[in-house]
């Protein structure tokens, strides 16, 4: 079966998109830089002669990712544990804390550690912009709002969120994180950002990640039956990779007080079936659906309020799902080829 690979109308340009932009020869560090909006934001600031130090342990990040960057001068690489110290002897102008896995089936993989890398993770990065005199953004999540009661959620909702459930090393992991920016702000004058981001998905993400939308593309261009679990009914909202990297960027290097939590992602709402549908749509699929039972706490609505980004970023989503499905179905389906040559190889 061939992809779907038609022409599509471009995401629009990051830079005609952005607030301001960081000035040449000014350092940005990303953690988790080698995973998929962590490398997304290696891409940008590469292509704005920024200097780019990406620190990644590679539990979840692929080298591939970031690999063509190592031989640039502008570029370092390196591979730690967010949740140790590090304290570089040059200057850092911003640090984006991007470093956690955002997949159920990663991140319950060992709980503690994942609470770890958040908590301890965060206040590493926080100490290290008070004494840089840095600004800080922190990837928070959807995730905060839980199996949320009001739709769709403003950053005012306070959120319905199980501290013992399997989700919880995630989900009260970020909240904490939230508490240390908010404090570190508050306290200790540090400017701390935080983006609230809801599923987002495009070219990058690891087939195996075990989100929603690569687990459906991927199943979908492999004509395996599509998995759903529950009843379908549960909604999401899903971001293009290109708009969530123009929140984020717009986010921190936006001028005067963005203390306080920002919503960035998608408000078009989806039931699980709905995009199961139209995965098969644009796939040319005719892959069955297969339904599981419903994991413990998964949430049954996700919808963000983003009127804090439009008024205070100028930014909001420009692609719609079918686009950005298409956009991401080549790179899929290019995935797919070289796992199939790899596994060849091993099979000699």
């Known amino acids: 079966m061939k992809a779907n690979t038609g022409k599509t109308k471009p995401a629009a340009s990051l830079r005609s998109r952005l607030i301001s932009l960081p000035r040449k020869g000014q350092t940005v560090l990303i953690t988790g830089g080698a995973g998929f909006l962590g490398s997304a934001l290696c891409s ?22 970031i690999d063509h960057f190592l031989e640039s001068p502008n570029f370092t690489f390196v591979k730690q544990d967010v949740a140790d110290p590090f304290d570089p002897e040059d200057g850092i102008d911003f640090i984006f804390n991007m470093a956690c896995p955002a997949s159920p089936v990663k991140y319950q993989a060992d709980p503690i550690k994942t609470f770890r890398t958040i908590v301890a993770g965060s206040e590493n990065m926080l100490r290290l912009a008070q004494r840089k005199g840095a600004r800080i953004l922190e990837a928070s999540t959807s995730e905060i709002y839980g199996d949320p009661e ?5 950053e005012s909702y306070r959120g319905s969120v199980n501290t013992m459930g399997p989700r919880s090393c995630y989900d009260e ?22 983006a609230r981001i809801f599923n987002t998905y495009g070219p990058g993400m690891d087939p195996e990640d075990g989100r929603v939308v690569s687990n459906f593309l991927v199943q979908a261009l492999k004509g395996a039956p599509l998995t759903i679990y529950g009843d379908g009914k549960q909604t999401r909202s899903f971001c293009y990779v290109d708009d969530m990297i123009a929140g984020l960027v717009s986010l921190m290097h936006a001028e005067g ?23 098969l749509e644009e796939t040319g699929s005719d892959s069955p659906l297969e339904m ?37 179905i080549p790179y899929f389906a290019s995935e797919i080829a070289i796992e199939g040559r790899s596994q060849k190889v091993v099979e000699r």
């Not at 992991?173 to 935080?194: I, P, S, W």
Request: proline fraction near 7%; glycine fraction near 8%.
């Open 44 to 65: 940008f600031y590469m292509e704005q002669e920024t200097r780019v130090i990406c620190l990644d342990d590679l539990s979840t990040g692929r080298m591939r990712n």
């Open 150 to 154: 009001v739709s769709p959620q403003i």
């Open 257 to 279: 007080d963005m203390s306080g939590p920002v919503n960035l992602g998608n408000p078009g709402e989806f039931t699980v079936i709905e995009l199961a549908r139209i995965v």
């Open 173 to 194: 992991g970020k909240r904490a994180a939230e508490t240390l920016f908010h404090e570190y702000c508050a306290q200790n004058g540090v400017d701390a950002r935080v």
């Open 292 to 328: 599981r039972p419903l994991p413990v706490d998964d949430p049954k609505l996700r919808c963000p309020e983003i009127q804090r980004a439009r008024e205070e970023l100028g930014w909001e989503p420009t692609v719609a799902l079918r686009e950005g499905l298409r956009l991401s």
